[in-house]
């Protein structure tokens, strides 16, 4: 493998300004962000510059690497800072340092009145460090730096404004269900060290064919619950929605396009680990099915659109996870979906980020309506990445969710009609509500105070949206064509393998998904777009409606499962130590003393309970002589 | 060159100079302990300069006779584990005396008697770390709860006399056991062939198992007290809420290292059959110690008890390290025990600051500090953010060392233990949430931030944390030859990998 000395600077340099922004503190209020923004830039450009010598290479010397120093070496446990940059961790570093710098460039403008405005892109600038060490580590102790440090960034971001107590919360929320996948991260390297006596992707990679299956499956298993946390997939979905407490380009970058997709790119770097392990790969599959479904239900009966995004992005996931789960052929169509999903999601957060700043930080949809009339390029936009989420040929969803589709159909037998129809379903259900999300934002009559409309939003912030906009018209033709990405990523996988039995001709599929976007959308025509719309949610609503806005009871699930009772047993702990532990020891304590009562009668303060215990101590030491000469 | 005498005696000339400066000069008390300290820690720094890293014996090694009738020894010398904690111990110190310039003013005794009393300590604590005489250390061991008491007690807050009493009676009673195992060594060193307290010598007694079993946990129970481990650790949250926040970050830092170290030097080299006997115990204690510490550090209202039942889940994870037998988990404890002396120093200076500046140590009279107050708000996250062992700090590489290291032979404490991560995120991010965000608790509004010399005090303890986490080799370079010769003297070798029975 090439060795590569540059790659540590796409790294240093966000590092560095995040450091410089944080330490110089005030004194760079005035060109914080600029400087922020230009490192993320340079990083782009050294991704840029790495990918095009990697088209210049064959095939098998694409991947570079390069040590940096020796990190950890205890007896046989040795860890290098090294990195790794090969076909799959390009596309992450282009999507990262791409969609990263535009989001930098939109936050210019959009926090422009924020006093902190310094602090918010010293914490961009680290989140893109972090975000470049996952995907660039070459090994699994190196990605778990990234891992948590991308954890941190966010959880520093969605708290940005955590003055408010209920943004603090959800901050701290983010943080604890994602150290509780971190949690699988750290059993997964454990097991690995101590069936391969390795930690490296290479080494795994290499151990993995001689391990058992029990091995593999445990490994599978908690690398599966780390990507649940970081992912936000089911079951530990429950922190995603809260994190849009979060300025809206830190949705956009972090709650969208690059860290909620680590875990895709876990299960995707250890495919050796998965396609070794059919039950663990099984798994991927139900929990990316069930997220997909989940995500889709919660985002129909969100009135927040950044909660409605953000259950869509879930959901969105989802796809990819399943995706992942299907074995060699999946792997590319969940990066290709990853990467369109990055620009159009990120397109349209960037574009309720605009709305929001139009109308006075407003995200009820419910006050919204007719909003393309006084905020046209921000309805371009989004209103392209809308086609691009519903997959409507020849927008970039069209070609990467095709695809996650065909695939779950072709994965064979019961399984493969069961999981093609979720992803068929799920399809309806974006539709829906998608085309909802555009009906009470964009179109119908205004629910506001018609005199103080909306304003456009600059140029510094219309400039991202639009390039978004580009990727997601072009991006998924650019990358499906001639099966591009999955030539680009073949030597990874073994994707020769091909898949199961065509149940169906793709076209046919491919038509099928059409009819029920369709389906779907006219559904959500019928029920918003022909009448007026209440600007409070209405209340009698069925239970069904009731349990989605409830996000499908997840918190309630996770408070009377584990934050009640965790906490009873906190009480219940506390108490015990000063009852029954100290109260033992107080027990003992006094009767000591009472004992030596007699003798200390002729002394005073407290080297009366010394001389106690020096008597205590006498007996102690003669009976433990008696004991040890006896 | 007898460098150990040398740093020993440098913070006890200091006190002496002290002592004879008129009880006016405050200032120049300061002044000359702040000196001493930096001294002493040039000095050190220097020694670990000159140990030879892969050399396995001891080093700095000096030896004369004390008590010759009864053949106790002034001998001391050093492995990288004493050593790497002496250098902890001269670190912290001048860190403590510039960070609590102002501590002892609320003192029952004079500013000269409180410096005098932490020179006096230094000096011991060092030499309860280079002692190669069992009687030696057993003499620094009990010596150094006489400072430690009258810190507590004299310049203490709250119930300081309470808790000074609870913490003497508790090492006490630890102390006199382990005194009786000593004794029981000395006799049966007589029988085999000369009455002798050289720990080398001692560990080729042949004993017992019964023996063996008694004199074990009358070293071990002294040292779980110190430690403290579950469920021997009551008299630590009092005593660290009574102590000036320097004393705590002393007695938790570094005193209570002195229990794991001992259990390293004494419990697994004089008594290995009973040390493999028990350790099914204390792995459980271990393990029992990592989660109830941090459930209890959860439910704690008072930020200075809530550093103190962090340390004890933190101990928890030392203990687990030391006897789960294997390198990565013997180096990952020394260099854990390393690493929370400056985390947990960083913890309590800045709560400390809060404190004194707020008038109060219950988290909830805090509230949005981050906008009034950033710097010390900031230095308390990044504190915190050690303490959780976020990757990247240095807490991380130790704690994982410890885990990995515990889970090729222990896997199910090892699990366990895992979890103690995620309540780890827990108890640092409830008080940050309550104390640095939301908005500006009435009360809060007029702090000031943190002074030069406060910032001064920090910084290095947080560039420490930063670059051992980057690059932990310094430390790891002289831990691990002496962690792998616990582990083989012990007679164990690593687990091989197992690819999973294939």
């Not at chain 1, 470049?132 to 941190?152: H, P």
């Not at chain 2, 102590?243 to 080299?269: E, H, N, Q, W």
């Amino acid at each position: 493998m090439l060795v590569n000395n540059g790659l540590v600077y796409l790294i240093a340099l966000p590092l560095f300004g995040s450091a410089l922004l944080l330490l110089a503190g005030r004194r760079a209020d005035k060109w914080g962000h600029l400087f922020a923004t230009a490192m993320s830039a340079m990083s782009f450009v050294l991704g840029a510059v790495q990918f095009y010598e990697m088209l210049g290479r064959d095939a098998e010397n694409r991947a570079v690497t390069q040590k940096l120093f020796t990190w950890i070496s205890v007896g046989s446990f040795n860890v290098d800072a090294g990195l790794l940059l090969d076909q799959l961790s390009i596309c992450f570093v282009l999507l990262i340092t791409g969609v990263g710098t535009l989001i930098h460039i939109y936050s210019i403008a959009y926090m422009d009145h924020d006093k902190d405005r310094r602090r918010f892109f010293a914490y961009l600038n680290l989140f893109i460090a972090a975000m470049l060490l996952l995907v660039m580590g070459d090994s699994y102790l190196n990605l778990y730096v990234g891992w948590e440090g991308v954890g941190l960034a966010s959880y520093l971001l969605i708290g940005f404004w955590n003055q408010k107590p209920a943004y603090a919360t959800a901050s701290k929320k983010a943080f604890i269900a994602n150290r509780v996948g971190d949690m699988g991260l750290s059993f997964a390297i454990m097991i690995a060290f101590a069936t391969m006596g390795t930690v490296s992707f290479k080494g795994v990679k290499e151990a993995a064919e001689g391990s058992s299956q029990g091995a593999l499956t445990a490994i599978g298993l908690m690398l599966l619950l780390a990507a649940t946390g970081k992912s936000a997939q089911f079951p530990l979905q429950a922190w995603l929605g809260d994190a849009m407490a979060g300025p809206t380009p830190v949705s956009a970058l972090i709650h969208a396009a690059t860290m909620v997709t680590a875990g895709v790119y876990l299960i995707t770097r250890s495919n050796f680990i998965f396609d070794a392990a059919p039950t663990a790969q099984l798994l991927v599959v139900i929990v990316g099915a069930i997220t997909l479904l989940f995500g889709a239900i919660i985002g129909t009966a969100k009135d927040d659109i950044k909660k409605a995004l953000a259950a869509s992005t879930m959901s969105q996931i989802g796809y990819m996870v399943l995706a992942t789960g299907l074995g060699p052929v999946g792997y590319a169509f969940a990066i290709m979906h990853l990467l369109t999903h990055g620009f159009f999601k990120a397109g349209m957060f960037l574009g309720a980020g605009s709305v929001m700043h139009g109308t006075g930080d407003e995200v009820n949809m419910r006050k919204f309506g007719g909003i393309r009339h006084f905020m046209p390029i921000t309805f371009a936009t989004f209103g392209l990445g809308y086609l691009a989420i519903l997959g409507v040929p020849p927008f970039a969803g069209f070609y990467s969710k095709d695809k996650i589709i065909e695939t779950a159909f072709y994965s064979g037998g019961i399984k493969g009609i069961l999981i093609g129809s979720i992803a068929l379903f799920g399809a309806a259900l974006t539709a829906f509500y998608m085309t909802r999300v555009m009906i009470l934002t964009f179109a119908g009559t205004p629910r506001y105070d018609i005199n103080n409309p909306p304003h456009e939003s600059s140029f510094l912030m219309l400039l991202p949206m639009g390039i978004l906009a580009i990727g997601s018209v072009a991006s998924g033709f650019l990358l499906a064509r001639g099966e591009a990405l999955v030539h680009w990523l073949e030597p990874l996988f073994h994707a020769h393998e091909g898949h199961g039995p065509e149940i169906l001709p793709p076209v046919v599929i491919s038509l099928m998904a059409l009819g029920v976007v369709i389906i779907g959308a006219s559904f959500a025509w019928f029920k918003y777009g022909r009448g007026p719309i209440a600007d409070t949610a209405p209340t009698n609503v069925s239970i069904f409606t009731r349990i989605a806005r409830r996000d499908l009871l997840q918190d309630d699930f996770n408070e009377s499962v584990f934050m009640r009772p965790g906490q009873a047993l906190t009480r219940l702990l506390v108490k015990t130590d000063d009852v029954v532990v100290d109260g033992a020891v107080r027990g003992v304590a006094s009767a000591t003393l009472g004992s030596g009562a007699a003798l200390r009668t002729s002394q005073t303060g407290f080297v009366r309970s010394y001389a106690a215990l020096i008597v205590i101590g006498a007996i102690a030491l003669i009976a433990a002589i008696w004991a040890v000469t006896l | 060159m007898n460098y150990l005498t040398l740093i020993m005696a440098i913070p006890l000339l200091g006190a002496a100079l002290i002592a004879t400066l008129p009880q006016s000069k405050s200032l120049l008390a300061k002044q000359f302990a702040l000196g001493t300290t930096l001294v002493a820690a040039i000095a050190t720094i220097f020694m670990t300069t000159k140990f030879e890293r892969s050399n396995t014996a001891l080093q700095f090694v000096e030896s004369y006779d004390w008590i010759k009738a009864f053949g106790i020894k002034y001998a001391v010398g050093v492995d990288g584990i004493a050593l790497v904690l002496i250098l902890m111990t001269a670190l912290l110190t001048p860190i403590v005396v510039l960070a609590g310039w102002n501590e002892s003013e609320g003192g029952r005794w004079s500013t000269k008697t409180f410096y005098i009393l932490i020179l006096v300590l230094q000096t011991m604590s060092f030499g309860v770390f280079a002692a190669t005489d069992v009687f030696l250390f057993y003499v620094f061991f009990e010596a150094m709860l006489v400072p430690v008491y009258f810190l507590i007690g004299g310049y203490g807050s709250g119930e300081r006399t309470a808790a000074a009493v609870k913490f003497l009676l508790y090492s006490l009673f630890g102390g006199l056991l382990m005194l009786a195992s000593i004794i029981a060594l000395y006799v049966l060193s007589g029988e085999q062939g000369g009455h002798t307290f050289d720990i080398g010598a001692l560990s080729q007694l042949e004993m017992s198992s019964t023996t063996q079993n008694l004199l074990f946990l009358g070293f071990f129970i002294a040292f779980a007290i110190k430690a403290p481990l579950f469920p021997f650790h009551t008299w630590l949250p009092d005593a660290a809420k009574s102590a000036t926040p320097g004393t705590s970050v002393l007695l938790l830092g570094v005193l209570d290292k002195v229990g794991t170290f001992g259990m390293i030097r004494y419990c697994l080299a004089l008594f290995p059959d009973a040390t493999k006997t028990f350790t099914p115990v204390i792995i459980t204690l271990a393990v029992i110690s990592i989660l109830y510490g941090a459930f209890l550090a959860i439910g704690a209202k008072d930020i200075k008890r809530l550093i103190a039942y962090t340390s004890i889940s933190h101990f928890g994870f030392i203990t687990l390290g030391i006897f789960a037998m294997t390198t990565q988990a013997q180096s990952g404890a020394t260099l854990y025990m390393f690493n929370h002396g400056f985390s947990t120093a960083a913890l309590f200076l800045v709560a400390g600051w809060m404190i004194s500046r707020r008038g109060s140590s219950t988290i909830a009279d805090f509230g949005g500090l981050q906008r009034v107050t950033p710097v010390m708000a900031w230095s308390f996250f990044i504190a915190g953010m050690s303490s959780l062992a976020l990757p990247g700090l240095s807490s991380f590489v130790s704690e994982f060392l410890v885990l990995v290291g515990t889970f090729t032979r222990y896997p199910v404490a090892a699990v366990l233990a895992t979890f103690g991560i995620v309540l780890a995120a827990l108890y640092i991010l409830i008080p940050v949430q309550r104390a640095l965000h939301g908005p500006t608790e009435p009360g809060n509004e007029n702090l000031n931030d943190l002074n030069l010399r406060e910032k001064i005090a920090i910084a290095p303890i947080i560039a420490v944390i930063v670059l051992l986490g980057f690059y932990p080799a310094p430390a790891l370079n002289i831990i691990n030859p002496a962690a792998a010769q616990v582990v083989s003297q012990m007679g164990f070798t690593d687990p091989a990998p197992t690819h999973g029975g294939k």
